[in-house]
């Protein structure tokens, strides 16, 4: 009989490692993004000034950081999105598991803060704590998990609407949300949930319309070169003519929202080509089974809130704040790979526990829930 480590290895084994290894990217780019706006809070850097017009060049380059959230967060829905266009149902135990995960992470966190009598927390982060998910401590997991639950409806609209159709609703959204809103930001009521939604519609296009464009390697690096370009070279441009023009100012931070045309682009690109890397590497894919951990551990809200400012306050200190730009960069990998130890102890140790404990708790729910729907359905 093969153990469950010996099912967990060959299960690693043979998963596409080229878009595991871009995951990993995406959470890398993410932690430099979220490393950035430790920056912004307490003003422990008051000579920086994020997501408006600078003359400094330090904080044009973390401007730039700043939109490395933005194209991992897109990294990794086209990469999940790739895998669910092809479901038919959601694993609810797997959506339930998730969120044992989340709670039992952000309660270790606040029982460790409480443990060293940390007197700036205050209630309201402890209500937080307490309700990771239903208070978008991490807004990224509320929103997949909303959308997980959701996608088999979203996928059964898709595979009934024509070729013609999808296109339709593909180059609406995106001309919507992706090109007019990029313009001006508070048109046609956008939110993250109708961005990524937008995202999912043209994966689903080039998944099921665009083999040859999706296979052809040369013209999505083209695209993608092309793209990147545009992104950091319209930023700069946009920057300098801010510092030109009061106009510009106000539309800077566009730049760094869920809604650029041009991360579209290279979160589609970036992901037919590392699909491509026909490879396996157990590494490389056990790393990436830890995103969800690593993404709550080095972004909890009482840790980001209190503890990263000041550690990268320090480490800039120490190493000269001149170069603060190579050193979030630095503070970012070592948050990434601290992140990724704590994340594999917990997996490895109480997350086994937690998932039995989860998997319990939602056969009990779901046995209440059908005996209660059971009823309910008899009423006339």
Same mark, same amino acid.
């Given at each position: 009989?093969?153990?469950? *480590?010996?099912?967990?290895?060959?299960?690693?084994?043979?998963?596409? /490692?080229? &878009?595991? +290894? %871009?995951?990993? #990217? =995406?959470?890398?780019?993410?932690?430099?993004?979220?490393?950035?706006?430790?920056?912004?809070?307490?003003?422990?850097?008051?000579?920086?000034?994020?997501?408006?017009?600078?003359?400094?060049?330090?904080?044009?380059?973390?401007?730039?950081?700043?939109?490395?959230?933005?194209?991992?967060?897109?990294?990794?829905?086209?990469?999940?999105?790739?895998?669910?266009?092809?479901?038919?149902?959601?694993?609810?135990? *797997?959506?339930?598991?998730?969120?044992?995960?989340?709670?039992?992470? /952000?309660? &270790?966190? +606040? %029982?460790?803060? #409480? =443990?060293?009598?940390?007197?700036?927390?205050?209630?309201?982060?402890?209500?937080?704590?307490?309700?990771?998910?239903?208070?978008?401590?991490?807004?990224?997991?509320?929103?997949?998990?909303?959308?997980?639950?959701?996608?088999?409806?979203?996928?059964?609209?898709?595979?009934?609407?024509?070729?013609?159709?999808?296109?339709?609703?593909?180059?609406?959204?995106?001309?919507?949300?992706?090109?007019?809103?990029?313009?001006?930001?508070?048109?046609?009521?956008?939110?993250?949930?109708?961005?990524?939604?937008? +995202?999912?519609?043209?994966? =689903?296009?080039?998944?099921?319309?665009?083999?040859?464009?999706?296979?052809?390697?040369?013209?999505?690096?083209?695209?993608?070169?092309?793209?990147?370009?545009?992104?950091?070279?319209?930023?700069?441009?946009?920057?300098?003519?801010?510092?030109?023009?009061?106009?510009?100012?106000?539309?800077?931070?566009?730049?760094?929202?869920?809604?650029?045309?041009?991360?579209?682009?290279?979160?589609?690109?970036?992901?037919?080509?590392?699909?491509?890397?026909?490879?396996?590497?157990?590494?490389?894919?056990?790393?990436?089974?830890?995103?969800?951990?690593?993404?709550?551990?080095?972004?909890?809200?009482?840790?980001?809130?209190?503890?990263?400012?000041?550690?990268?306050?320090?480490?800039?200190?120490?190493?000269?704040?001149?170069?603060?730009?190579?050193?979030?960069?630095?503070?970012?990998?070592?948050?990434?790979?601290?992140?990724?130890?704590?994340?594999?102890?917990?997996?490895?140790?109480?997350?086994?526990?937690?998932?039995?404990?989860?998997?319990?708790?939602?056969?009990?729910?779901?046995?209440?829930?059908?005996?209660?729907?059971?009823?309910?359905?008899?009423?006339?």
């Amino acid at each position: 009989m093969k153990t469950e *480590k010996s099912l967990t290895d060959r299960r690693y084994l043979y998963r596409n /490692s080229g &878009i595991e +290894l %871009l995951k990993i #990217i =995406a959470i890398i780019l993410i932690a430099v993004n979220h490393t950035t706006q430790s920056i912004q809070i307490g003003n422990l850097f008051p000579f920086l000034k994020l997501q408006v017009i600078s003359a400094d060049v330090n904080s044009l380059f973390l401007n730039m950081f700043r939109t490395f959230g933005m194209i991992g967060n897109l990294l990794f829905f086209a990469c999940s999105s790739w895998f669910l266009l092809d479901s038919k149902k959601s694993n609810k135990q *797997k959506v339930f598991s998730m969120i044992f995960d989340i709670w039992t992470v /952000s309660f &270790i966190f +606040l %029982l460790a803060f #409480i =443990a060293f009598d940390r007197k700036d927390v205050t209630s309201v982060d402890v209500f937080k704590s307490l309700l990771p998910t239903t208070n978008s401590n991490n807004w990224y997991l509320t929103f997949y998990i909303l959308f997980y639950l959701a996608h088999p409806y979203i996928n059964y609209a898709i595979y009934k609407m024509s070729k013609a159709q999808l296109l339709r609703i593909t180059l609406v959204t995106v001309a919507l949300y992706h090109v007019l809103h990029f313009v001006i930001a508070g048109w046609f009521f956008g939110g993250n949930v109708l961005y990524m939604t937008t +995202l999912y519609f043209v994966m =689903a296009y080039v998944k099921l319309y665009m083999n040859s464009f999706s296979e052809n390697k040369r013209l999505n690096l083209i695209l993608l070169l092309l793209s990147l370009s545009a992104h950091f070279l319209g930023m700069s441009l946009h920057n300098f003519l801010g510092l030109k023009y009061q106009f510009f100012n106000h539309l800077f931070a566009h730049w760094i929202k869920n809604y650029s045309p041009f991360v579209i682009v290279i979160a589609i690109t970036s992901f037919n080509l590392f699909r491509q890397l026909k490879f396996t590497n157990k590494f490389i894919n056990y790393l990436s089974s830890l995103s969800l951990l690593i993404y709550i551990i080095h972004e909890n809200i009482l840790f980001r809130q209190y503890c990263r400012p000041l550690l990268l306050k320090r480490f800039a200190d120490v190493c000269g704040t001149e170069y603060i730009v190579p050193e979030v960069v630095i503070f970012a990998f070592a948050l990434f790979i601290a992140s990724a130890i704590l994340a594999c102890f917990y997996k490895e140790l109480p997350g086994k526990l937690v998932k039995r404990i989860s998997a319990a708790t939602f056969s009990l729910i779901r046995k209440l829930y059908l005996q209660a729907e059971k009823k309910l359905l008899t009423l006339k």
